[in-house]
């Protein structure tokens, strides 16, 4: 094959895109969760170890076989490790990067229509109600089957939404990478990042809403962030340092399959090292910038440690931030910016866990752009309605979370790094990231990638594995 029939229009664009694939629901609920979780001190230094030995150099790896790939015509990891390995077992280790995101993509955009949901019951002013049971509301809201009906589909009922979201997203995949997904990333990662400042500005001023709760103020609510604690003690728990290796797969869409997808449609001389790095520290930003500063301090100036302590993800975002915005001042005004903000972090991630699929069936299949987008609405519409219906039962959810999120997610990532390292070569691949590159990849890198990272992945999901079977 040729030149690729589809490529980013900009510099930006791409950086853009995979800047919004990495900045979702990750960075704004699931990152503050788990650091506050894990005590701030001890994960943060778990997590910014994950982020030089595997958020790193798996993005580094992920855009240079990308783009290498795509030259070659190729776009879905069946066809990129293929054209890579030349053997014909590279085609079905590529299967995994169909796999992964279509199957996160099912649960993510049910939380996704969650996001949009609240929006529009803040604006409706549904969120604001000081002393509202708002887990009540949850639970009517996201409550397939409780009532004896499967899927409801009412503005207070989630099934609207979950329509909405998908039509949304397919719409966009449908209309391609730069007509599509750039165009959406360009509008929709500033406006994200500005609201996200409303927001922290917003949070960061505060004070101590209630002088009869003195403690409860927004520099206590950072403390109780950020504080370092027992860093010792912290790091001695395997447990931590699973979730912070988990933390920088998931924030970072790093080892999906996602990011050497979104790079195999890079053009030729395009740079991948200092655009790889680029969106990752825009994602940093979001992630320990932003996210880290908002909803934990929020909830703990309005709601002391225990309102927090137990909650979860969900929790956090669905439950508890509610009560906190209907405690603030203007409360309606900032739930209602709040849930767009993580509307649109979610929608720029949920299109990149699409792409990889789209590129399989077109590949794998030989149709054409059109018969992929439907096929893969059908596949993953079947998928969330399983989702919807059966999340009261989240062991199911789990079992599925743990082969897929955790097992597949790692196996992917090891043989990432290992056709980087051992396939191709840390010399040839440092060669071929350097082509068009701005900045060369430090040659630490070269032992971190062939050596190191490995081992690590490796070491980690032993203690995954011993911990969880
Ligand atoms: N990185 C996204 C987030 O932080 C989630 C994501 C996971 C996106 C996997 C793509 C692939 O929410």
């Not at 990478?177 to 929709?188: D, F, H, P």
Request: proline share 4%.
């Amino acid at each position: 094959m040729s030149a690729p029939k589809e490529a980013w229009s900009s510099r930006l664009g791409v950086i853009l895109a995979v800047a919004g694939s990495a900045v979702g629901l990750g960075n704004f609920l699931r990152f503050p969760g788990l650091a506050a979780q894990y005590g701030g001190g001890a994960f943060m230094v778990a997590y910014f170890i994950s982020l030089l030995l595997i958020g790193i150099p798996i993005c580094w790896t992920e855009w240079t076989l990308g783009r290498f790939g795509g030259r070659k015509g190729y776009h879905s990891t069946s066809g990129i490790f293929n054209a890579l390995l030349k053997h014909p077992a590279a085609k079905y280790l590529g299967v995994i990067g169909f796999v992964v995101p279509v199957i996160i993509y099912m649960y993510y955009v049910y939380i996704e229509a969650w996001a949009l949901g609240y929006a529009l019951n803040a604006l409706m002013g549904n969120l604001s109600i000081d002393g509202k049971d708002y887990t009540t509301f949850f639970a009517n809201f996201t409550g397939a089957g409780s009532d004896g009906v499967a899927f409801k589909f009412g503005l207070r009922d989630v099934g609207i939404f979950v329509v909405i979201v998908y039509v949304v997203n397919f719409f966009f995949i449908y209309r391609g990478i730069s007509k599509g997904i750039e165009m959406v990333c360009k509008v929709a990662m500033p406006a994200l990042i500005f609201i996200a400042i409303v927001i922290l500005v917003r949070v960061l001023t505060l004070g101590t809403p209630d002088p009869a709760k003195p403690d409860q103020n927004v520099l206590n609510g950072l403390a109780y962030m950020w504080n370092p604690g027992d860093v010792a003690a912290g790091l001695k728990n395997p447990q931590l340092w699973l979730a912070a290796a988990g933390q920088i797969f998931f924030s970072l869409s790093v080892g999906f399959g996602v990011i050497i997808t979104y790079a195999s449609y890079l053009r030729k001389q395009d740079d991948v090292v200092l655009s790889g790095l680029t969106a990752t520290a825009a994602n940093e930003f979001c992630e320990v910038g932003l996210g880290g500063l908002i909803t934990v301090p929020a909830a703990f100036v309005f709601l002391g440690a225990a309102g927090i302590v137990g909650q979860g993800t969900f929790g956090l975002g669905f439950n508890v931030l509610p009560q906190v915005f209907a405690s603030m001042p203007a409360g309606h005004l900032f739930a209602s910016i709040f849930f767009v903000l993580l509307f649109i972090a979610a929608v720029t991630s949920s299109l990149s866990m699409l792409q990889p699929g789209i590129a399989f069936l077109e590949e794998g299949l030989g149709i054409e752009r059109k018969a992929s987008v439907a096929l893969l609405g059908l596949m993953t519409a079947v998928g969330t309605m399983f989702v919807w219906y059966f999340s009261k039962d989240l062991k199911a959810l789990d079992t599925m979370d743990f082969w897929v999120g955790t097992v597949m997610l790692f196996v992917q990532a090891t043989i990432l790094v290992i056709i980087f390292g051992w396939g191709l070569g840390i010399k040839r691949g440092f060669e071929i990231a350097h082509e068009g590159a701005e900045m060369r990849i430090p040659n630490i890198f070269g032992i971190i990638i062939k050596y190191i990272t490995p081992t690590y992945l490796v070491t980690i999901f032993v203690m995954f594995l011993l911990q969880n079977v």
